[in-house]
């Protein structure tokens, strides 16, 4: 370690002298284009071998530089929406030699994470909620007489989510808070040639402000034509600026509006934040930066560099479940005009891909604006369209009144394809699909599938795509087990609940294990443990939850008669989910009788790595916590 360590600092000589935000606020103006270039190649190096945000990190230096040239964390408070482009603030703030940690357990996160720097004082991984959490900060400074200040970096995609309008609505000019608007997709305001290049950049001038206030206070002390002087004055300027840039949202809310400026221009940057802390009140400063920049393949295809996985990593061709998920509904709705597809800018991400290529007129990204996306599905199929929207589970959170009041109530058939489902260690605790099969569970009508093979999925897509109600499929990140696929389905079993044994090797069973989703490989793997053990233990999957009375009945079939000890497994939580749920609905089956139940979820936590080794360890549901639950009576 400490030998790379000297190494980079050869190769990286004015990253490696900064150790903290003072650093960079006394390096000289002109090694700050070099340190820029060092730090993008720093990012490439690292991002490339440990995995995690590229493109969005490479277009955010130069603003990151002059955010923490400018202000002073941790008393100022800088947030990141969603918090992926965090990394060059990571660097900055003493964290630059944990980078070999990058996304592992115990190491650095690849989000803004308040336990671990002074200089993280929000959380983040999700979209949208960063200028809600900055107004907050911003209100609470002003409530205690504070003189900090609080920065907020959002992009034009977090700009699609409900939140942002939300806290724009509840913000006010009297505050110390800066919200910086990084467009690097999707065009906002209008910007209409050489006239309006320079008026924007006579607006972010030195002295702008101090001009504007001085030459109010002199119209308006003139006697009698004073003050409708100055009010006709500022109504040209802005027909002026009307003209030029259209309406400008942010001004008609009270709030001071800066930009467009090239974002990946540091002292630009720099000029307009120094003019925005200085005029002591709320600013939107609009920026424009490249995603990717500085690395070629990333410039060309930011969306594929977004996300990167580590280097090494095996090269496996064959399907993903969102691939494949996004394959048969192509093929469904080839067939069945009435089939659409929503997602929430997740369109790569889910699978959606050759949909919306097929099927554009029935295809709707709506943005990062998942409680949208469930009503307007819901508004699809009570106008007689069968809406299929694949949402991440961790972000399906974010609509669980709409699925309530707007799809389930109505007994509307919506289908939710739920991706990432189950822990999904890489991103950390915020992207882990741990709540979803509890919050569903309770909501009536609701059937939940849960296939671990392609096929499965197929099935339980055909029967979503017939029910009359609302349906559920939850899926995980990633491939087929290849494991799964030869002990569950090597031979012909019926119904949804697959068994490891046949029902005459059933009464010599001395445990089992009742699963679902991708932990039934740690299953299979207890067993093998436990049977050099002497003890026998089965392994049933279920491919449905819901209803979990339909459930019961065929995992009560499969029960020994005899008695036996019984584990419930799954990595989800606890309260509510598939074991309590599951238990409560078996008890009253004779085949329960004499047998010995234990639960084995996520009690009362989330699933945090604390060390470098498989998540299951980390939370207590890996094959030797198994065994040690089965074995713990004898």
């Not at 996160?109 to 929000?122: A, L, M, V």
């Not at 300027?237 to 400008?248: I, M, P």
């Not at 009560?556 to 497994?569: Q, S, V, Y």
Request: proline share 4%; net charge negative.
């Amino acid at each position: 370690m400490e030998q790379n360590r000297d190494a980079r600092s050869l190769r990286y000589p004015r990253l490696y002298q900064i150790n903290s935000p003072e650093d960079l606020k006394a390096m000289p103006r002109e090694e700050l284009a070099p340190l820029a270039e060092e730090i993008r190649a720093f990012l490439v190096e690292r991002v490339l071998e440990n995995g995690g945000h590229l493109a969005s990190n490479l277009g955010a230096v130069e603003l990151t530089l002059a955010i923490h040239r400018v202000f002073s964390s941790p008393k100022d408070h800088i947030l990141f929406d969603v918090g992926h482009q965090s990394y060059v603030h990571k660097l900055i703030t003493g964290r630059r030699d944990r980078f070999d940690e990058l996304r592992r357990g115990g190491g650095l996160s690849g989000f803004p994470k308040r336990s671990e720097s002074e200089h993280d004082c929000f959380g983040a991984g999700h979209s949208s909620t960063s200028l809600s959490a900055a107004l907050g900060f911003a209100e609470a400074d002003r409530i205690s007489g504070s003189d900090a200040y609080t920065v907020c970096v959002f992009g034009d995609g977090a700009y699609t989510g409900g939140m942002i309008h939300e806290a724009l609505n509840n913000s006010r000019g009297k505050l110390r808070l800066i919200m910086i608007l990084n467009e690097n997709e999707m065009s906002i305001s209008k910007n209409i040639g050489r006239f309006a290049r320079e008026l924007s950049h006579l607006r972010s001038s030195e002295g702008y402000f101090r001009t504007k206030d001085v030459t109010a206070k002199i119209l308006c002390h003139i006697p009698l034509i004073g003050r409708p002087l100055f009010n006709g004055l500022r109504r040209m300027k802005n027909a002026l600026k009307s003209a030029l840039y259209g309406t400008n949202y942010f001004e008609n809310l009270g709030l001071n509006y800066l930009g467009p400026v090239d974002g990946n221009d540091e002292e630009a940057v720099e000029r307009l934040l120094r003019e925005a802390k200085e005029s002591e009140q709320a600013c939107i400063i609009h920026l424009k930066t490249q995603k990717g920049k500085g690395y070629a393949p990333a410039e060309a295809d930011p969306g594929k560099y977004h996300g990167v996985a580590p280097a090494g990593r095996p090269v496996n061709n064959e399907p993903t479940f969102s691939e494949e998920m996004g394959k048969l509904l192509t093929e469904r709705a080839a067939n069945d005009g009435s089939i659409c597809a929503i997602t929430a800018a997740m369109t790569l991400g889910t699978g959606l891909t050759p949909f919306k290529e097929t099927f554009p007129d029935r295809f709707f990204d709506v943005g990062i604006a998942e409680a949208h996306a469930v009503t307007f599905a819901a508004g699809l199929a009570a106008n007689g369209y069968r809406p299929v929207v694949a949402i991440y589970s961790s972000f399906l959170q974010r609509a669980y009144d709409n699925i309530i009041h707007d799809v389930a109530l109505q007994e509307l058939p919506v289908v939710f394809c739920i991706d990432r489902a189950g822990l999904n260690p890489s991103d950390g605790a915020t992207h882990h699909g741990m709540f979803d099969v509890a919050f569903l569970s309770e909501i009536p009508g609701l059937r939940l599938y849960t296939p671990i093979t392609h096929d499965a999925l197929s099935r339980a897509l055909d029967s979503a795509l017939q029910s009359t109600g609302p349906v559920a499929i939850r899926y995980p990140n990633g491939r087929e087990n290849s494991e799964l696929c030869r002990v569950f389905y090597g031979r012909e079993q019926t119904g949804s609940v697959r068994s490891s044994y046949s029902p005459k090797e059933a009464e010599t069973l001395d445990g089992v294990i009742v699963t679902h989703g991708r932990i039934a490989s740690e299953a299979l793997a207890a067993a093998r443990l436990l049977e050099e053990k002497g003890f026998c233990t089965g392994v049933l999957l279920l491919e449905q939850l819901c209803p979990y009375a339909e459930v019961a009945k065929e995992v009560a079939g499969l029960l020994p008669e005899k008695a036996c000890r019984i584990i419930f497994l799954e990595e989800e939580i606890y309260a509510g989910g598939m074991g309590m749920m599951l238990s409560d609905a078996l008890s009253s089956y004779p085949r329960m009788q004499g047998k010995s139940v234990h639960i084995m979820a996520l009690k009362d936590q989330f699933a945090v790595q604390e060390k470098d080794e498989p998540i299951w360890r980390s939370v207590g549901l890996d094959r030797d916590s198994i065994v040690s639950a089965m074995l713990c009576d004898r």
